[in-house]
């Protein structure tokens, strides 16, 4: 499953390892951490869901070492965060619409004034 804009913010997030500005999403494969309909199945990428926020030095050296990760951090953990952070994003772009929505209302005139 492709989802660009959760890509894009995924990109925008501090790498889950070292805190710094992370340049690259990568796709946690493990079946210990996703569920089995978001896997992408074998020699597929999974969903863009199932990423985490890592610089290019460790995205490179995950795809090296698959395992290198869980020896330093929590993958299904910080799935979880970057997924709540978007949710939280969201949320805020969805009250910034409503707020403007509701200003706009209360400015127009109806048919009847």
Do not use: W
């Not at 990423?51 to 050296?61: D, N």
């Amino acid at each position: 499953m492709k989802i660009v804009e959760y890509i894009d913010f995924v990109r925008q997030l501090p790498c889950c390892v070292t805190a710094s500005k992370a340049v690259d999403p990568h796709h946690i494969r493990s079946q210990k951490y996703i569920p089995y309909n978001m896997s992408g199945g074998v020699g597929l990428k999974p969903s863009d869901y199932m990423c985490i926020p890592l610089t290019r030095e460790f995205h490179e050296a995950a795809h090296r070492n698959p395992t290198m990760l869980t020896d330093l951090i929590d993958p299904g953990k910080e799935i979880i965060k970057c997924l709540v952070q978007y949710i939280e994003y969201i949320r805020g772009e969805i009250d910034k619409h409503n707020t403007r929505s509701d200003r706009s209302k209360k400015g127009s005139t109806g048919p009847n004034q």
